[in-house]
């Protein structure tokens, strides 16, 4: 499975990039592919391409805020869950994308 993801939170700084860092470890784990772009407080980071986003079986947007640029993920297969769903169980967060369940 080829994930992309977008991790983001309220103050843009710490959860941001630990849910970003357990997500690429968690599909390290599970042997998924993931990319994961990080809007934070530096701005976004780590930007998903229009070729990025069309070879990703998923978008999953773990974020507690509103993601920018959301009109990039039109038409593709979407899943949002919390920055803490995340940080507490990243496996399991990957696991459930992969059947594409919705949040």
Same mark, same amino acid.
């Given at each position: +499975?080829? $994930?992309?993801?977008? &991790?983001?939170?309220?103050? @843009? #700084?710490?959860?941001?990039?630990? !849910?970003? %860092?357990?997500? =690429? ?6 042997? +998924?592919? $993931?990319?994961?772009? &990080?809007?934070?407080?530096? @701005? #976004?980071?780590?930007?998903?391409? !229009?070729? %990025?986003?069309? =070879? ?8 507690? $805020? ?38």
């Amino acid at each position: +499975m080829n $994930i992309v993801a977008v &991790t983001a939170c309220p103050t @843009g #700084i710490a959860h941001t990039y630990m !849910a970003a %860092d357990a997500l =690429r470890k968690a599909a390290n784990a599970l042997n +998924m592919k $993931i990319k994961v772009e &990080t809007q934070g407080a530096m @701005g #976004i980071e780590n930007i998903l391409t !229009a070729h %990025d986003i069309a =070879r990703a079986d998923l978008v999953l947007f773990a974020s507690d $805020i509103e993601v920018e640029q959301k009109e990039r993920f039109l038409g593709c297969p979407q899943r949002g869950v919390s920055l803490e769903a995340v940080l507490l169980d990243p496996i399991a967060v990957l696991q459930a994308a992969g059947g594409h369940a919705p949040a």
